[in-house]
């Protein structure tokens, strides 16, 4: 289950992406044409982006944060793809990422990958304070 659940983080975060870089490659010569064909993408990208980033997902996504110990890395890398979409509870999404630096801190982890984390974990933790 573990598995499932890292692949279920990833393609969270791979579709908010997506979605969020999509660019419009649009054949048509029509400007109007053009132009509709515009608004309509940017609405069904922000249906999608809106219901990824649900409460009940973000939730979910936060919560792997405390979960599992191999899920821990994918869920952060979700939840930094995630924090400028999700209504976040500031104080406890900084306390959960905290205690999941702490835990990374406390292995006798790659200095390399430890850094890595710690700094997307710490970029995460700035960008939800920034939603205030």
Do not use: F
């Amino acid at each position: 289950t573990v598995k499932l659940a890292k692949k279920m983080l990833a393609l969270v975060g791979d579709l908010v992406t997506d979605v969020d870089s999509y660019s419009n490659n649009n054949e048509s010569k029509e400007p109007q044409q053009q132009q509709q064909q515009q608004q309509q993408q940017q609405l069904l990208s922000r249906d999608i982006r809106n219901t990824l980033a649900a409460a009940n997902v973000c939730q979910s996504v936060l919560s792997c944060l405390e979960g599992h110990n191999t899920a821990r890395e994918t869920a952060l890398r979700t939840l930094y793809t995630l924090a400028p979409h999700c209504e976040w509870d500031t104080k406890t999404t900084v306390s959960t990422i905290q205690r999941a630096k702490d835990w990374w801190r406390s292995t006798d982890m790659d200095q390399e990958i430890l850094r890595e984390l710690i700094d997307l974990a710490t970029t995460t933790q700035e960008l939800i304070e920034k939603q205030r």
